[in-house]
């Protein structure tokens, strides 16, 4: 049974940082595709990074530059290091996981496992 539990959401103002947590149960060692995604109200759900087993990392624009992806495999935990917000990187954020895609894992792939999200809310 896959288990995914994020953490680290929280209120901060315009230019600060947060860095969001997923703890990963239940899944293979260097679990091969891994990634975050947001969701703001009214919208679709959105992919932000995600992060193959051998450390390889794929960002959305928005997300470049700003937002750091990385796993560490020995806890199964991936993490969301988020720099320089904005008030339209408030949503619920959202981690997921493919334990069998290797070759096409991005942020438009479709994952199998979820977690429950956080919420990050970025205030001007």
């Known amino acids: 049974q896959v288990h995914l539990v994020e953490s680290g959401g929280d209120s901060v103002q315009a230019g600060g940082s947060l860095r969001l947590s997923c703890a990963a149960f239940?899944?293979?060692?260097?679990?091969?595709?891994m990634g975050w995604f947001r969701q703001a109200p009214g919208k679709e759900r959105e992919g932000v990074a995600v992060?193959?087993?051998?450390?390889?990392?794929m960002y959305v624009d928005s997300a470049q530059y700003r937002f750091t992806i990385s796993k560490d495999n020995a806890e199964n935990t991936l993490y969301l290091q988020m720099n320089s917000l904005k008030p339209e990187d408030t949503a619920m954020y959202y981690c997921?996981?493919?334990?069998?895609?290797?070759?096409?894992?991005?942020?438009?792939?479709?994952?199998?496992?979820w977690g429950q999200g956080t919420q990050v809310t970025v205030s001007s």
């Open positions: 997921a996981a493919d334990p069998s895609r290797w070759y096409d894992c991005s942020p438009k792939a479709e994952f199998p496992f």
């Open positions: 239940g899944l293979a060692y260097g679990s091969n595709c």
């Open positions: 992060i193959r087993s051998d450390g390889t990392t």
